[in-house]
């Protein structure tokens, strides 16, 4: 009950509930009006005492009021209830007509000696009951039309039996509850286990309480689990794929390498040549190193421990050092503001994803240029963010820009030369220490924003 307490009240579940329990009450209502409109008062012994009763007493009223009247004078109508009078020739006393159910009841009843209850076109008449007024006998009628018979019975029901519609309300309030809740209760979890395989946990599976269950739900929890498995299997073939690729390529990587110095001994005369292909071995080499860094960051793997990790020191020192690299290019790498912050992190990791990404704002903010960087802290977690002043990217591609060898070419222009995995590389970084990554235009220049939970709690 806590729990579906939190749940906000635009959520499935209240609607659901509301529905069901609306519909319930609804459903009651309709019930008891149609009873009071279509049930006969005398086949109630409850009705009959009572509308018997209230004869009774609006007859002795009418009693005690008679005296000094005369037959040519009104009835006074006291509310709730219509009365008529009857005189002994029928004549019906200080009115010119009545309605055509009290005369069908009169006819029929006028000589009985005991008062009787009749129903007819949804009006209840109750009589005979004899009056005496100036030693003459009178035949007194009670009379409650529709409206007014149904507003009475509800108002007797509410007053005699207001513990029945509690408890009546009590029940179908929890049996919405409980249908409300074993309809959305396997949605929430469906809807859990989908994020948590979105977040990259590809272990997540649907609970074996909702596989089991033998309706649509069931099948899709089923389906939804088989998806994630084919998913799990995609996934980390692939990634298997480029670890093995890469690793076999390593060997011959070295081989040629070899045989590039074997070459340039023997011909030293093309030094050019050999230049160039050392340069594109270095690269391949790269690369593959890069492969083979951002499948084990995706994966989690690493032999290093976790340890708190001063921020401040950490991004201080790549950015002396990345401003040191970018002076040749007439550029600079400027740290704004650095707060005093400490994480618990692996500060290779953090190191590379900050790194990737000081770098990548150095390829492409103009010369003349700079880069900023700033470490502030923003509630439960620190916030660094990198900005260069470049031509920053198409607004649908940002999303984008973290997945492996990405690249928008027609927008970054021609600095855009690395292999698509440093930004990679941060984002499995950043997820690994339960933080995020994200990038915006700021005009001029795009502005990435790594946010770091200070006090992450590593999983084994």
Not at 203 to 210: E, F, G, K, L, N
Request: glycine residues 6%.
């Amino acid at each position: 009950m806590h729990k579906m307490l939190v749940w906000p009240f635009r959520s499935l579940f209240w609607k659901l509930f509301l529905w069901f329990w609306l519909t319930m009450v609804s459903m009651m209502v309709a019930l008891l009006v149609a009873v009071a409109i279509t049930v006969d008062p005398a086949d109630f012994l409850s009705e009959r005492r009572a509308l018997f009763r209230e004869l009774e007493v609006a007859s002795r009223q009418v009693e005690r009021m008679a005296a000094g009247w005369s037959t040519s004078l009104s009835i006074r109508q006291l509310p709730g209830s219509y009365y008529y009078l009857f005189a002994p020739d029928g004549e019906p006393v200080g009115r010119p007509a009545v309605p055509a159910e009290v005369q069908f009841a009169y006819n029929k009843t006028h000589d009985r000696r005991e008062p009787v209850i009749t129903f007819r076109s949804g009006v209840v008449v109750v009589g005979p009951r004899k009056i005496w007024i100036d030693r003459t006998p009178f035949d007194f009628y009670l009379t409650k039309e529709m409206p007014r018979l149904v507003h009475w019975r509800v108002k007797k029901v509410f007053a005699q039996q207001w513990h029945l519609i509690i408890i009546a309300l009590g029940v179908s309030f929890l049996l919405c509850i409980m249908l409300a809740r074993y309809l959305v209760v396997p949605i929430r979890q469906l809807q859990g286990t989908s994020r948590r395989l979105a977040q990259g946990d590809l272990a997540a599976r649907v609970a074996q309480v909702v596989r089991e269950r033998r309706d649509e739900l069931g099948e899709f929890g089923r389906d939804f689990n088989h998806m994630a498995e084919q998913l799990e299997s995609l996934i980390n073939d692939k990634e298997r794929l480029l670890r093995d690729v890469s690793h076999e390529l390593r060997s011959p990587l070295t081989r040629l390498q070899l045989s590039l110095a074997l070459a340039r001994r023997k011909s030293p005369d093309a030094e050019s040549e050999h230049s160039r292909i050392e340069r594109e071995i270095e690269r391949l080499d790269q690369m593959i190193g890069e492969i083979i860094r951002f499948s084990r960051i995706q994966n989690g793997v690493t032999d290093l421990a976790w340890e708190p990790v001063p921020l401040h020191a950490l991004i201080e020192g790549i950015v002396d050092d990345a401003d040191f690299e970018a002076q040749a290019q007439d550029k600079s790498v400027v740290a704004t503001e650095l707060l005093d912050i400490d994480i618990n992190g692996i500060k290779d990791w953090l190191g590379s994803a900050i790194e990737n990404m000081v770098r990548n704002a150095i390829r492409f903010t103009p010369e003349g240029s700079r880069v900023e960087v700033a470490l502030k802290k923003h509630k439960r977690y620190a916030v660094v963010t990198v900005r260069d002043f470049g031509p920053g990217m198409p607004e649908d591609a940002l999303d984008s820009m973290f997945e492996p060898f990405f690249r928008v070419d027609d927008t970054r222009g021609k600095e855009n030369d690395g292999f698509g995995l440093g930004t990679s590389i941060a984002m499995g970084a950043v997820k690994n220490h339960g933080g995020t990554i994200t990038a915006r235009n700021v005009h001029p220049g795009l502005e990435v924003t790594i946010c770091l939970p200070l006090n992450h709690k590593v999983v084994a």
